[in-house]
Nanobody, 125 residues
Framework: QVQLVESGGGLVQAGGSLRLSCAAS????????RGWFRQAPGKEREFVAA????????LYADSVKGRFTISRDNSKNTVYLQMNYLKPEDTAVYYC??????????????????WGQGTQVTVSS
């Protein structure tokens, strides 16, 4: 009943920017935290960023801090990831995630009930 759909991925040169969007449908649990993860070829999935229900609290991986910004528009059930100063090492499939009834509100525990299908981000040098 909960569906997350990412969009906005693509190919960009190093130093460029992309804005990812993740729209939720069905029973969205709109007041719960949302997050972004990524998985590069040959590597494990890693945490990128998270945001609480109001947007007032955010958390970023050290590797993206200062370059990426997570935000949300609860009226649209949508979370965004603005990615600036992109580097080749940012190349990965980016996944949107949403907490539902199963997990607490912590932004740092990495636990989410719902996941999107992923969108490819490729950064060329």
């Amino acid at each position: 009943q909960v569906q997350l759909v990412e969009s906005g991925g693509g190919l960009v040169q190093a130093g460029g920017s992309l804005r990812l969007s993740c729209a939720a449908s069905g029973r969205t649990f709109s007041s719960r935290p949302r997050g972004w993860f990524r998985q590069a070829p040959g590597k494990e999935r890693e945490f990128v960023a998270a945001i609480n229900w109001s947007g007032g609290d955010t958390l970023y991986a050290d590797s993206v801090k200062g370059r990426f910004t997570i935000s949300r528009d609860n009226s649209k059930n949508t979370v965004y990831l603005q990615m600036n100063y992109l580097k080749p090492e940012d190349t990965a499939v980016y996944y949107c995630a949403a907490k539902g009834p199963s997990y607490g509100s912590s932004l740092s525990d990495g636990t989410y009930d719902y996941w999107g299908q992923g969108t490819q981000v490729t950064v060329s040098s």
